[in-house]
């Protein structure tokens, strides 16, 4: 059992997280040259994911990213496996490959890196994202309202 609260984790070598293991991240960064999630075990993340070669989703196995979190480098769902996007906006930096089910609950998902793979996504509402909680620190307040009308008459670059 990996699991920290507001604190980093930084593991030496390749993480398997194995059925009957955990992984708990909670406002932390977790590094690792790599991490494997197995089916059977859990995985649950809420702040900064580091791997310098990619963060792999088994056959069969699920994982879960809840709230506002960063993914640094590749993300591999292999067919069978599921990746739930819980509540909050996701960024992944590097390419993503899915074969398997990205399940987008209440939150959004940004592939920075590129998208791949013959998987699907798919999106349903969550329990705790509101979608005026404008900056995703999970609370609707003035700094949201701020945020909006500092963006208020935004324009794409290729709307004339």
């Known amino acids: 059992m990996i699991s920290t609260a507001a604190g980093d984790v930084v593991v030496e070598g390749v993480p398997v997280n194995e059925s009957g ?19 059977g075990a859990v995985f649950n993340a809420f702040g900064k994911i580091v791997t310098e070669n990619g963060f792999h989703v088994d056959s069969d196995a699920v994982a879960a990213i809840t709230g506002p979190t960063s993914l640094i480098g590749d993300l591999t769902i292999d067919a069978g496996a599921t990746l739930q996007i819980k509540d909050g906006q996701t960024l992944i930096t590097g390419q993503t490959t899915n074969n398997g089910t990205i399940h987008v609950i209440g939150g959004t998902v940004i592939f920075q890196g590129g998208y791949a793979g013959t998987g699907t996504i798919l999106t349903s509402a969550g329990t705790d994202r509101n979608h005026f909680d404008v900056n995703s620190n999970a609370e609707v307040n003035f700094q949201d309202f701020v945020h909006f009308a500092e963006n208020w008459l935004w324009k794409a670059s290729w709307y004339e």
Request: hydrophobic share 55%; no cysteine.
């Open 21 to 39: 293991a955990e992984i708990g991240i909670l406002d932390g960064l977790l590094s690792a040259t790599a991490i494997t999630q197995k089916a």
